[in-house]
Nanobody, 120 residues
Framework: QVQLVESGGGSVQAGGSLRLSCTAS????????MSWYRQAPGKEREFVSR???????SYADSVKGRFTRSQDNAKKTTFLQMNSLEPEDTGLYYC??????????????WGQGTQVTVSE
């Protein structure tokens, strides 16, 4: 079983930056697409960004131009660089692994989340 551990959350003022990390507890033979989701209080979890297994990135319209994805495969870590943060970016940010490279791989993993709070 693999665990995903997020870190890097915190409290910042609007306009500030944070860099979130999601690290897998161990290496596997399976490869996954890695996504970030977030959930604000009282709202449903929403998609933020994704890196597909071929390296293609995608972003929610609300974060395009402000958030950037990267990965360090040697460190089993995926990153979310968040710049020009807005109060609307506040929420619990989750890391997700899916679209596994083989049918015998576990289909989905979720991390426990890291809190991001952006004040005016």
């Amino acid at each position: 079983q693999v665990q995903l551990v997020e870190s890097g959350g915190g409290s910042v003022q609007a306009g500030g930056s944070l860099r979130l990390s999601c690290t897998a507890s161990r290496r596997t033979y399976c490869r996954y697409a890695m996504s970030w989701y977030r959930q604000a209080p009282g709202k449903e979890r929403e998609f933020v960004s994704r890196i597909d297994r071929d390296g293609t990135t995608s972003y929610a319209d609300s974060v395009k131009g402000r958030f950037t994805r990267s990965q360090d495969n040697a460190k089993k870590t995926t990153f979310l660089q968040m710049n020009s943060l807005e109060p609307e970016d506040t929420g619990l940010y989750y890391c997700k692994a899916d679209s596994a490279s083989a049918s015998w791989c576990a289909p989905i993993y979720w991390g426990q989340g890291t809190q991001v709070t952006v004040s005016e």
